[in-house]
């Protein structure tokens, strides 16, 4: 039995955007009316991002997500605890960056790799993650996605 999430359809995005995601974590801030109960009373519903904040979302998602955790796509995810254990080097450093160009080119359809640079930080025992991307639909959009990976997982700078 298929879920529909309806608040993320096309006629609920603001004009002009191209792409809708929840916000994560979850937030109680955008008021939607319930036009199906004929409430025309305001309701809080999930907060909504937008086209970068969107994939920026998707992208650190995938990076938190372990292979195994989603039920209907097992492989979804990066597994990058298993390099947190080993010596902090650049050769792991390479091993992590391969990891997520593979990764991030299969389910990120929305974005073209243009490079990934991984800084070994020895001294705070994390790595430093630079992901310089492009954007198709959004007019060949150049960014980087900047971020640490820790014992905690992954999250932006």
């Known amino acids: 039995m298929a879920i529909t999430l309806d608040f993320?359809?096309?006629?609920?995005?603001p004009q002009g955007h191209i792409y809708a995601d929840l916000h994560l974590p979850f937030a109680l801030?955008?008021?939607?009316s319930n036009k199906y109960l004929k409430d025309t009373g305001q309701k809080k519903d999930v907060q909504l991002d937008y086209d970068l904040l969107a994939i920026q979302n998707s992208v650190e998602n995938i990076f938190n997500t372990m292979p195994g955790k989603k039920i209907l796509n097992p492989s979804f995810g990066l597994?990058?605890?298993q390099y947190l254990?080993?010596?902090?080097?650049e050769e792991t450093a390479r091993e992590i960056g391969t990891t997520i160009v593979e990764q991030l080119t299969e389910y990120e359809p929305r974005i073209i790799l243009n490079n990934v640079d991984i800084e070994a930080r020895e001294n705070d025992n994390e790595y430093r993650v630079i992901i310089s991307i492009?954007?198709?639909?959004?007019?060949?959009?150049?960014?980087?996605l900047d971020?640490?990976?820790d014992e905690n997982g992954f999250r932006y700078n």
């Open 8 to 13: 993320l359809s096309d006629q609920t995005k």
């Open 29 to 32: 801030k955008t008021k939607l």
């Open 79 to 81: 597994d990058l605890r």
């Open 85 to 89: 254990f080993e010596p902090i080097t």
């Open 134 to 144: 492009t954007i198709p639909d959004l007019n060949n959009l150049r960014t980087s």
């Open 147 to 149: 971020g640490i990976l």
